[in-house]
């Protein structure tokens, strides 16, 4: 399987793992991405042991590549809001208690806004959360995700990333999800000069850390700092970059999962089929 493109959409798990992975497989993917609860709320679906047996098996045999779980929208580490903090520190040790009964090894996380209390101090917060609730004994890669920008979001650098996992106690299991709208929306170029802000990242990251790619074209220009998800070709990005991108030497071997805004799973079929194609 050296040369598969691991590519697949995002998935509900509202009738459970496996019926998500159905839907992946029915449209020719090989990986999903899930939400591990409401993206808005704090409840989580009861784990079904025989589900997961049965995901597992549909995995196997369909030889799929890592899933991405993806954390509610809610859960803002960096906020200057203990109550807001509590329920962050609360879910995300739920959710990587959660993971460790699912074949699954990514785990994807926005790293939150500072809510007005500057980005040193919301970095702070968000430190503080991963090394209390981490574990050098889990077996969940805990991602942060690139961010665009907007508002008072952490995440927005490839510097903010780094100043995250530079301090982790468990560094051994944090990395990156890159969001292709969100970093050339950030002002890095992944058009015109991507081996220039892959070069950026390994020098302030390191490669090594970059575990899974968001791949979504960007209804907004280039450093507009904007979170606007378009589908792949109709965006700013466009379609010669993404064949940049799932091709490169660099990035070719790693998951890329789909957060393009469609109508049904039949978009996210056409996309697939296009990126496979190149």
């Not at 045999?61 to 906020?79: C, D, E, Q, R, V």
């Not at 892959?198 to 790619?213: S, T």
């Not at 010669?240 to 990035?251: D, G, M, N, Q, Y």
């Amino acid at each position: 399987m050296e040369n598969t493109l691991w590519a697949g959409p995002h998935t509900s798990i509202a009738k459970g793992f496996k019926a998500a992975f159905d839907a992946a497989d029915k449209i020719g993917a090989n990986t999903f991405q899930f939400f591990t609860r409401n993206p808005r709320g704090k409840k989580a679906r009861a784990l079904d042991p025989k589900d997961i047996g049965a995901l597992r098996l549909g995995l196997e045999a369909k030889h799929f590549g890592p899933l991405l779980a993806h954390a509610p929208y809610t859960m803002n580490m960096a906020s200057k809001t203990e109550k807001t903090r509590d329920f962050a520190r609360e879910v995300f040790a739920d959710d990587l208690k959660r993971m460790e009964a699912l074949p699954c090894s990514l785990y994807n996380f926005h790293p939150g806004s500072h809510t007005g209390q500057g980005s040193e101090k919301g970095i702070d917060e968000i430190v503080e959360i991963l090394n209390a609730v981490m574990a050098h004994e889990q077996t969940t890669t805990v991602l942060l995700e690139t961010m665009s920008g907007k508002g008072t979001e952490i995440g927005r650098s490839f510097e903010e990333l780094a100043a995250i996992i530079g301090r982790a106690e468990v560094p051994e299991h944090l990395g990156v999800c890159l969001d292709t709208c969100h970093v050339y929306s950030a002002g890095y170029d992944i058009v015109h000069d991507l081996d220039g802000v892959l070069a950026e990242f390994d020098r302030l990251v390191g490669l090594e850390r970059l575990k899974a790619i968001h791949l979504n074209d960007s209804k907004t220009p280039f450093g507009s700092h904007k979170d606007r998800h378009e589908k792949l070709g109709a965006g700013s990005i466009g379609w010669a970059a993404f064949e940049k991108i799932v091709t490169h030497p660099k990035l070719r071997h790693l998951p890329f999962f789909l957060e393009t805004p469609q109508e049904d799973y039949s978009g996210y079929e056409a996309e697939i089929q296009k990126l496979r194609a190149f």
